[in-house]
């Protein structure tokens, strides 16, 4: 019985001793996991971000490019007016003549002409410019500046130089003298189709950047290095310089903020930054504040470049936002992480396997919530890159993407399938008789009886202003012109509200198929459906047309 003692010793040091090996081998398995969990959440941040990032890329280029599509329509309506013309014409041939009164008398009177519907332009969508030139590339009439005319133009303007020596329109931003912005120039021709002129409508960056600040609360500005701004003639004076890091840069101070200032002063940038061709971001602790900072490559002209440099990088877009209550979230969770780490060491005699098993399920759940408001907001910023905003049916990117998988199905298993083009006869003239939101409410009226009349299986896109395409599965030629006079004769029949004008507007579509062929491509039955659709505009409207070489390639509704 004396040994007993000494057996007990033996086993309570045993006990000790391992139970000391397995507390400190879990303590490490805890510290380790301790160690990757905060890894795996700093990485997920990161990844989080950089997606952000990139979602900016593909949203700015987005609103620059309905920018140009906004402006394009404007400018058109402009150079198309006949008075506008008229006017022109009489001005260019004062200019002609060298008689320097009638020419004012003939600017008075294109400036009173446009005047109200300028204004309206300006406050509607704070339009910064619309701006006359002759064909030698002189200022006519600036709407926004009307007493400063007769300067040349040519040898600063990388985009007036190129619309004058192609004689096509230019769309783009570009750095000018009072402000730089997206820009549209459209050639003015005369009865004899020779180019009389030029007529350009600008909008502003602070504008198009609006809906940053607006949706998501991020403000922004354009950062332009020194280099480029050195080669201006004459720095424009919306161009505000900063020294940063010892760096000169410039800002376009139409979307800059107070904090910028600060925010790149400890952002640790240099000149690579600033010329790099890659999205960027940094966190930046400004004070009591921290701000989630983007760089983002701008592409454009610049007054006095060259054309060989025009559409090369110009600056980059700053788009930041404040981080400090996300920042402090994170940190918070991190806190909570290290407090379930300690309480799990501190039980971990008793409840090792309920400690683990909470603070796995916990994390777990917060990582699962994560996940899925990602997938939410990656499938909705799908879904909107993939519909046209006025219509609401799909949109090129989408048709083309379909296409793709078309042509695959008919190499694999020859699927037929044929493709309608349409668009609406006269639409311009419904604009100019109407305006434009009478053309839109038509537009989208079209696309809601069209998609009545499709099956599940088709698909309806809009292709470009007010031509639409039809993409028709396990449909043949047939088939499609059934359809084709089908949806004909039921848009002859719409009588389409316009509040805006009291009246009902009534639409006739022309319409063009094609059939899928061996070795086709979607460009190529979607140019042998234009073909068709052009044919049936050539043949007076308002009537099908079927893709040349077809056996029935003639025929007539």
């Known amino acids: 019985m004396r040994d007993m003692p000494k057996d007990a010793g033996v086993i309570a040091r045993q006990f000790n001793h ?11 398995l805890i510290l380790a996991a301790l160690l990757i969990l905060l890894t795996f959440c700093d990485r997920q941040q990161q990844s989080r971000i950089e997606c952000q990032m990139q979602q900016l890329d593909a949203l700015v280029r987005m609103l620059i490019d309905d920018t140009e599509k906004l402006l394009y329509p404007l400018a058109v309506s402009i150079a198309g007016d006949p008075s506008v013309r008229k006017i022109l014409e009489a001005g260019f041939r004062h200019i002609e003549l060298g008689d320097a009164e009638a020419e004012q008398a003939s600017r008075d009177a294109l400036y009173s002409l446009l005047e109200v519907r300028w204004q309206e332009m300006r406050n509607v969508v704070e339009l910064r410019q619309v701006h006359f030139l002759t064909a030698d590339g002189i200022s006519f009439l600036r709407m926004h500046e009307p007493s400063r005319h007769g300067d040349g133009l040519v040898s600063v303007r990388p985009l007036i130089r190129r619309a004058l020596a192609t004689g096509q329109p230019q769309t783009g931003y570009e750095v000018g003298r009072l402000y730089g912005g997206v820009r549209v120039i459209l050639p003015i021709r005369g009865a004899d189709e020779r180019l009389r002129g030029l007529v350009e409508v600008g909008l502003s960056m602070g504008p198009i950047l609006e809906p940053l600040t607006r949706e998501m609360g991020m403000l922004s500005a354009l950062l332009f290095p020194q280099q480029l701004v050195d080669s201006i003639p004459e720095r424009p004076p919306f161009l505000v310089p900063m020294r940063i890091n010892g760096d000169d840069v410039y800002l376009d101070t139409c979307a800059s903020s107070s904090e910028l200032a600060s925010i790149l002063g400890t952002a640790n940038l240099t000149q690579a930054d600033f010329q790099s061709s890659q999205p960027q971001w940094r ?78 399920s916990f994390l777990q759940s917060r990582v699962d919530a994560q996940t899925r ?9 799908q879904e909107q890159a993939m519909t046209d905003p006025l219509t609401a049916v799909r949109n090129r990117r989408y048709l083309i993407r379909r296409l793709q998988e078309q042509q695959s199905r008919y190499e694999r298993r020859r699927e037929v399938a044929s493709v309608i083009m349409l668009d609406v006869d006269h639409f311009k003239q419904i604009n100019d008789r109407y305006g434009h939101i009478c053309g839109d409410q038509v537009l989208i009226a079209l696309a809601r009886q069209l998609e009545k009349a499709m099956r599940p299986t088709d698909i309806l896109a809009r292709y470009g202003g007010e031509e639409f395409c039809i993409l028709l599965p396990m449909t043949d030629l047939d088939e499609a012109k059934v359809l084709a006079e089908r949806l004909r004769q ?39 459906a234009d073909e068709a659709l052009y044919r049936a505009k050539q043949k007076g409207r308002d009537r099908v047309e079927i893709e040349s070489g077809s056996p029935r390639s003639s025929s007539e509704f």
């Open 373 to 381: 408001e990602i997938r939410t907001l990656a499938d909705s910023l």
């Open 283 to 360: 966190r930046v602790a400004s004070g009591e504040r921290e701000w989630l900072l983007f760089l983002l490559p701008f592409r454009g002209a610049v007054i006095g470049q060259s054309d060989q440099q025009t559409g090369a990088q110009v600056g980059q877009l700053l788009i930041w936002r404040d981080y400090s209550d996300a920042a402090k979230d994170q940190a918070r969770c991190r806190q909570k992480i290290l407090l379930l780490a300690l309480l799990l060491w501190l039980g971990m005699a008793i409840l090792v396997y309920y400690g683990l098993k909470r603070g796995t």
């Open 18 to 28: 391992w139970y000391t090996r397995l507390l400190a081998a879990l303590t490490i």
């Open 490 to 528: 039921q848009v002859a029949k719409l009588a389409i509200a316009c509040p805006k004008v009291g009246e009902r507007i009534q639409i006739t579509i022309s319409l063009g198929i094609a059939t899928w062929r061996s070795g086709d491509s979607g460009q190529d039955i979607i140019r042998r």
